[in-house]
């Protein structure tokens, strides 16, 4: 009985988005203000609807329902309750309905914590992601129906993939989608200023938060998807520019030059079109995504539906969202008066050039990860683009953007003095390419990637402690706190955080790359081996058994100048009913270096083949991941994005819009 | 007035040479590392390059692994149920590398016939097989009923 409701809970949210979608809209151009009214109610009407079907389908997964088809291959009564939960979203059609989930969510909290929007406004954007909605509802009920029953019903079910029976993967995706679905808030905020066709800086102050959320979900998701591969595929890689890590990629590249576009037109009221293109771009990426992990289209680790139908579904929603919002803005952004002026050495200026090297590397990711179904549609032939070409194209484009990175804060809005800018930027340039020399030299590292990565990230910190002491020169004690928690100023402070993330990134990037040792070998118990001064010792395998799995249990230990310091238990599962092998790393992790164990396959007489890494910097890629979000979540907690601010600065911005359309 | 349009031109025109030189830049060095996918059948008919790394994908044959005394060095067979050829790869092959399971391997092909692999990919889904093993398993199955259906 439950499964039923929750598909008709699916329906009923579906004919609510239904109205959500045309009548506020309509109520917003022909001034109706019950019918503008009829949004927020709505968007909780869809809220409250999908919750239930959610809650349906967590409720069938945890009383193992095995005659609901989607939980009998996803599900099983041995799995613990966590990933009973974790499930629900484990495949293709409960991750859809958590992604309609999160969208009904985004919706209420436009529609509860945005009241201070003039009306027509909050209606469109509303009625906007009711669109949305409409797509990814249909989308669900008529493809992909979570809810389908199975007769005859099995006594045990499938069972979830074992990849993703681990907690980084159980909130990865949950993650990932807020990001993704949050887009689509920068997406109707930006086609509601186009149906409008008015564009101001009140505008980019309310959609800024929304999108720096979004953006910091995305990092997280994308922080956390690595963090899994890195610990849970076993062989220590921490990103493989697989398609489906592209997907995720590319609307976090555009969303990065969002947050920096965003930032120019609310603080100058410039970059206008170029920042609701950037938001109409971001959101069609999320749902490019989407379509090519759902698709199955690619190859790919990810790809665990292939089903043309629904691929065929994605793509002709994809086309018309991207089709519709570019002729929508092809009509209407030339309305779009130009914000304020500025000067070639100005801060506008850097914030450009971080835009277009970003927009840049996306178009390259997006050549990489489409170009193989391009030539295999073409008949060209089937081709993979390898590994090192996205990181050619990575590396190309990085160092300019961090120069610009450094430089862009210390300089001025609209106008900068080029003598005064030299001055302040001297120091830092010296610094830091002193710092690159040393580490590049042989008594250094000896390779000139780290000496560059090493200036790159010094050139960061210098400038950005630079511009610390300026701040700080005039204020002390006291009014140092008053300004980082009032507002205007949060913003610095976060920007600041965020971009040391980068350097600590860069860092833990290229000494990963450039120094990690691997090693494949073969072990007999009582063995050891030497490697950057650790020794290791093989104990063997013992065979045990976990709550749904067997397991191959190694233990390794680690000795440093005769002391242990480690127990590593790498382990080879065999889940009972997958029975795919699966390794589980060992790893010692810590600040500097990480090591890192994984077991191969027993080579006969206690023998086995172990892959050993020594990792160093490792753990800086993610805690620069945290860093970047912890500065967004910053910056979006400005006080002046609080509704009483925002309330004061509507005033003001109703009047342009009447006066513009007494104008027309 | 005047200055202030000269100098967005020199913005304008030193993005859009920068951006050229990237375009050009990056399409070149997406030229050398494309790495195209031959079936079994095709390597063996000669199809594909010598000196080149690519991909090649199919079914390991059952019976055919075998490990070489440093314990570490793999041989096996990959077919496309029509042709085989063989594969040999240096370290730890992936969880899901077992006998009948569809694979891809990157490596090179050396002057004897043997490909020798630097990388073995196998899918983490046990129901997944690559759509391009799919392709050549389905294409030569398909040829071999037609000559099947000519011979008789």
Known sequence: MTPELGQFALVLALCLALVQAVFPLIGSINRTPSWMALAQPLAWGQFVFLSLSFAALTYAFL????????????????????????????????????????????????????????????????????????????????????????????????????????????????????????????????????????????WARWSRPWTLIAWVFLTIGITLGSWWAYYELGWGGWWFWDPVENASFMPWLVATALVHSLAVTEKRGAFKRWTVLLALMGFSLSLLGTFLVRSGVLTSVHAFATDPARGLFILMFLCLVIGGSLVLYAWRAPSITPGGGFNMLSRETFLLGNNLLLIITTAFVLLGTLAPLLYDAMGWGKISVGFPWFTAMFVMFMPLMVVIMGAGPMTRWKNQDPKALLRSLSLPFAISVAAGLLVAMPFGTGSWSAGLAVGLSIWLLTTLLYGARKRFQNRSGISLIKDIAGRGSRSWYAMWIAHIGIAVFIIGVTFVTQFDIEKDIRMSPGQTYEMEGYTFRFDGVKAQTGPNYRTQFGTVRVFQDDREIAVLNPEKRTYTVQTNPMTEAGIDAGFLRDIYVSLGEPLGGGDWALRLYYKPFVRWIWLGGLLISLGGLLAASDPRYRSKVLARLRKPAIQPTLAAENHS | MKTARKKRLILIGLMVTGVAAAVAFGLQAFNQNLMFFYSPSEVVAGDAPADTAFRVGGLVTNGSVARQSDGLTVQFDVTDNAEAITVQYTGILPDLFREGQGIVAHGKLRDDGMFVANEVLAKHDENYMAPEVAASLKQAHDTGVGKGMGTP
């Not at chain 1, 609901?68 to 409960?94: D, F, M, R």
């Not at chain 1, 309609?100 to 509303?126: D, F, H, K, Q, T």
């Not at chain 1, 006594?155 to 159980?170: I, K, T, V």
């Open chain 1, 63 to 202: 009383t193992d329902d095995f005659s609901v088809l989607y939980v009998a291959q996803h599900g099983n009564t041995q799995l613990p309750i966590v990933y009973k939960i974790s499930a629900v979203w484990g495949a293709h059609e409960g991750s859809l309905l958590l992604w309609v989930l999160i969208l009904s969510g985004w919706m209420v909290a436009v529609a509860s914590l945005a009241r201070n929007l003039p009306p027509e406004m909050l209606a469109r954007v509303l009625a906007v992601m009711g669109m949305i909605s409409i797509g990814f509802l249909s989308f669900l009920l008529f493809t992909s129906n979570p809810f389908e029953r199975l007769f005859p019903i099995p006594m045990e079910g499938g069972e979830l993939n074992p990849l993703l029976q681990d907690f980084g993967l159980a909130i990865h995706p949950p993650m990932l989608y807020m990001g993704y679905v949050g887009l689509s808030v920068a997406f109707s905020f930006a086609i509601a200023a186009l149906i409008g066709g008015k564009m101001d800086t009140a």
